[in-house]
């Protein structure tokens, strides 16, 4: 396990020393951190004394609405007037939107400069952080736009959770979710068995970085895979997508993912691919877990053909992740669109 955070350039520390001698030790020209109103308020002050007295602190507005080219523009034109050269580093102090897209703001940056991902919410520690996806959403598109660079660092201090709020917490338990249904039926049962309300961080984290590290390891440009990370993702995406700009009913990404994933356990269930007492099991728990989203009929269609710009799709075929039993999944399934429209149908009557 060490050796795969090792490889993925991971640390998990429950104090910022060794953050301190690796910015030191690289020595960068200038640095650059990038921060939104929360992670400035509630962050920065933990990290302030241990960066050097001289950079540039850029914020952004918070939120996926947010992740955009726009946000980019902004961030290129700081770090162009700050007369960042290409020995310069980004420090990336948030959750997974300032992860990728600050990181893929450094890799374009003359074209690519060091970045440290400083993940910030449950969700950036235990998948964002790790494995070196970056990128924007692009018109109503989840990450359409984007590259694949390892961080020089992903430095993951826990005790950053604990502004964190009940929500976004519970969001990023969705991801660790993920991992236990594609890779560690062992770690289900413990999921299952525990208290939500007591669970231990720092375990959840290492576990979950040690699955997705070792996958990404295998696989880094998701030529095959890496496409299991994806569970949930397919439909999970394209409900994102759709609430994305409706204030009312907008869903955070990982609230969208855990209806993806019960949506999907259906697909697999229907497919005959795992019983009806997993799909039920996955259902129950998930489902109490999560807010509710009500799905208007007339709305199912447009959702499945979201679907359609999904980025494990090949020749127009939609290709989706499915499980074959709990802690093990398959990627490339094909699905249709009618398929999907069933699963949302079916998430609608639960
Ligand atoms: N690159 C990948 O592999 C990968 C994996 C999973 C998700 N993602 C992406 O990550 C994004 C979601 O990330 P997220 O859930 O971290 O959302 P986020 O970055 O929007 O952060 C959630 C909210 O928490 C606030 N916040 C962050 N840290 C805080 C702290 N310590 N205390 C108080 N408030 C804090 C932020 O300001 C924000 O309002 C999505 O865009 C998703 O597509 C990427
Ligand atoms: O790291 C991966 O690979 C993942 O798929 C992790 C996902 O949790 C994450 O949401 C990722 O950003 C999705 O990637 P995308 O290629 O479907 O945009
Ligand atoms: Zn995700």
Known sequence: MNALMESQNVRIALDLNEFERFVTQRNPTKIAVIVDENTHEHCYPLLK????????????????????????????????????????????????VIGDMGGFCATTYKRGIDFIQMPTTLLSQVDASVGGKLGIDFQQFKNHIGTFK???????YIPFLQTLSARQLLSGYAEVIKHCLI??????????????????????????????AQVVDTDPYERGLRKILNFGHTIGHAIESYYLTDDQRALLHGEA??????????????????????????????????????????????????TRQDKKNEGGKI????????????????????????????????
Not at 49 to 55: V, Y
Not at 150 to 156: A, D
């Open 257 to 306: 993912i855990a209806i993806g994933m019960m949506c999907e356990a259906y697909l697999a269930q229907q497919k005959g691919f795992i019983g009806e007492s997993d799909l039920n099991r996955i259902t129950q728990y998930i489902d109490k877990l999560y807010p509710t989203l009500t799905i208007k009929d007339e709305e199912v269609a447009a959702i499945a053909q979201l």
């Open 183 to 212: 890779a560690d039926a062992d770690k289900w049962q413990t999921l299952q068995q525990s208290n939500y309300h007591t669970l231990d961080w720092q375990d959840i984290v290492q576990h979950s970085v040690a699955v997705k």
């Open 150 to 156: 390892i961080p020089n660092l992903v430095y993951i």
């Open 319 to 350: 290709q989706c992740t499915l499980l074959e039993q709990v802690g093990k999944a398959n990627f490339n399934q094909p699905i249709t669109l009618n398929e999907v429209s069933q699963a949302l149908q079916w998430y609608q009557g639960l």
């Open 49 to 96: 004394p241990f960066l050097p007295t001289e950079h540039l602190l850029i914020e952004i507005q918070s939120g996926e609405q947010n992740k955009t080219l726009t946000t980019c523009s902004h961030i290129w034109q700081q770090m162009t007037d700050y007369a960042m050269d290409r020995k310069g580093m980004v420090i990336n102090l948030g959750g997974g």
